[in-house]
């Protein structure tokens, strides 16, 4: 593409940030602006232009799905030369190839996960604690490092212990876990970037060389950056000022973990002479949503103002109540049965809620609807069996099969393996089967014109690795915190009651406005319909809620439904 032709399709917003290649820049970018748009393009811009070696550019994010997003879309724009990582994966990287010179032999193993070392070290100070315990007391070690605290430090910041440790006790299974580690010679994920940085800082040939192998750097999803993240970030920066950083401080939800919307909020006043370019102009939703959006964030430090660029007629939002936690589902499950009926796909619709336990009626409802559904966050997609089989049978057929048209040789492989062009009829484990095959010969019909076989089963095992999941035709149950970077036609937000949105230990201003930023992010995933419920009464002999305070504030924002 020629640099003429990688502007084209912007707005002008997007076009002056694609052109500010150089010097500071901060993109505030508000949802459904087309932020991820306007990066690739600006990145492949400056690469097309000649002002980037594709080779120097470091794009980074904090997802690997994220990360495998912005590598397809760079290399269909001809910019495939250049890295797009997560913050871990390109410190692990740094840290490999640096450990052998700078302390000799292989760096430590990389520990999978901190709960069973967590579970040794609480053996040894004779503490009892249950699985629940274990993963929050994993939950703070990761904060605690994240921040940049030591173990004294943390202990003063008074932060609760979790389950019924008390803070001394939790401050020694910290200081346990530590000493582990380091006996076994093993790295959780956030000593990574320590140790990373620590190398950077205190090795100058290191330094050197990490600067001098990247000059640009492009950050997505800045409000998500934690203080040891911007140590690392400045460290690879160094005194070089080609920094570009893109985020949405209405988007910040993940404080708890230590994430800081300090830095992209701050930014103008580190760098005087930043270019800042605004993106408001909503692609994504319908004006009503959009509406509601805005009103639940009027005021807000860093907010965007959106505005809609999808003129025609739309439904309001809707609110609805329900005596119980199952009528609420089932009313959920009879609404999108409906809209299945009318024409719109499964896979367009999703239901959100604050906790995993939410989706346990709402997964009894759909099934008694014969309504298709997948859990997000559940089973993988690359880990179901037949996907496996699958992707290692295309990749064994893409090394002695060429010339064919792309679709046929797909077909062929997936009919050996039971798929058929049309679907078996019911629900059940040979439909679920069926769909997650048709899912891979989508992924072959969307590739790019010219695709060849082995091209395309290259691109299928970096989605694999990534697990970057393609499409499949069932109703998505999702987690409001998982649900960021997703959007769908139709959204219903389950829940929405005092004491679960917000959440009950939400009690400080600081913690209802991340429960309020929260079901930002929630509304702006609708393109079209959204729709909003909360229930009386759950299970058991639970006292009665009253709706949440946040539906009081989109006042006639949204369409209120007669108590069901």
């Known amino acids: 593409m020629t640099p003429d032709d990688l502007l084209a399709g912007l707005d002008a917003e997007q076009r002056v940030a694609a052109e500010a290649l150089l010097g500071p820049v901060c993109i505030l970018a508000g949802a459904g602006t087309g932020k991820t748009r306007a990066i690739t393009h600006r990145i492949a811009y400056g690469v097309a232009t000649g002002a980037y070696a594709p080779n120097r550019v470091m794009a980074l994010t904090f997802t690997n799905r994220a990360a495998a997003e912005l590598r397809g879309r760079l290399r269909q724009l001809g910019a495939g030369g250049v890295q797009a990582r997560t913050f871990h994966a390109a410190a692990l990287a740094q840290l490999n190839h640096f450990w052998p010179v700078v302390a000799g032999g292989r760096a430590p193993e990389l520990l999978p996960g901190k709960a069973r070392l967590l579970g040794q070290a609480a053996q040894l100070l004779k503490l009892k604690l249950d699985t629940a315990t274990l993963r929050d007391a994993a939950a703070e070690i990761e904060y605690r490092k994240v921040s940049g605290l030591g173990i004294e430090a943390y202990a003063k910041a008074g932060r609760p212990a979790p389950g019924n440790l008390k803070p001394e006790q939790l401050a020694d299974l910290m200081a346990g876990y530590e000493t582990l580690k380091d006996e076994r010679k093993q790295i959780d994920f956030e000593d990574v970037l320590l ?91 319908t004006a009503p949503v959009v509406a509601a959006a805005n009103e639940l964030m009027r005021g807000r430090q860093g907010s965007l103002v959106l505005h809609a660029a999808q003129p025609e007629p739309a439904p309001t939002p809707a609110v609805a109540g329900h005596p119980t936690d199952a009528s609420e589902a089932a009313a959920v499950a009879a609404s999108i049965t409906a809209s299945i009926a009318a024409g719109t796909a499964p896979e367009s619709i999703a239901v959100l809620y604050r906790f995993n336990v939410q989706s346990q009626a709402l997964e009894a409802a759909l099934t008694q609807a014969g309504v298709p559904y997948r859990v997000h966050g559940a089973q993988r997609f690359f880990d179901l069996p037949e996907v496996k089989q699958a992707v290692l049978s295309l990749r064994a057929a893409s090394v002695t099969v060429s010339g064919e048209p792309l679709f046929k040789s797909v077909s062929d492989v997936l009919r050996s393996l039971g798929w058929s062009q049309s679907p078996p009829e019911g629900a059940g484990a040979v439909r679920d089967r069926w769909e997650s095959l048709n899912a891979l010969m989508t992924l072959a019909d969307q590739a790019a014109p010219g695709t060849s076989f082995r091209r395309f089963t290259d691109e299928l095992l970096e989605r694999q690795a990534s697990q970057h999941e393609p499409t499949v035709r069932a109703v998505t149950l999702a987690t409001l915190h998982s649900a960021k970077g997703l959007e769908w036609d139709e959204v219903h937000i389950i829940g929405l009651a005092e004491g679960l949105v917000p959440i009950s230990y939400a009690t400080t201003f600081e913690q209802v406005d991340e429960e309020r930023r929260l079901l930002y992010v929630g509304i702006t995933r609708a393109r079209r319909r959204l729709r909003l419920s909360w229930a009386e009464t759950g299970t058991g002999r639970a006292a009665a809620r009253q709706p949440s305070r946040f539906l009081a504030e989109l006042g006639s924002r949204i369409e209120r439904a007669a108590r069901a």
Do not use: K
């Open 195 to 285: 140790a990373t940085a620590g190398m950077i800082e205190s090795e100058p040939t290191v330094a050197m060389q990490v600067r001098e192998q990247y000059r640009f750097f492009v950050v997505d999803e800045y409000q998500d950056v934690s203080p040891l993240q911007q140590q690392l970030l400045e460290l690879w920066l160094g005194d070089r000022r080609d920094l570009c950083v893109v985020g949405d401080a209405s988007q910040t939800i993940y404080t708890f973990a230590g994430a800081s919307s300090g830095f992209l909020l701050g930014f103008e006043r580190r760098w005087e002479d930043a270019t800042v370019v605004r993106l408001e102009q909503n692609y994504r939703s």
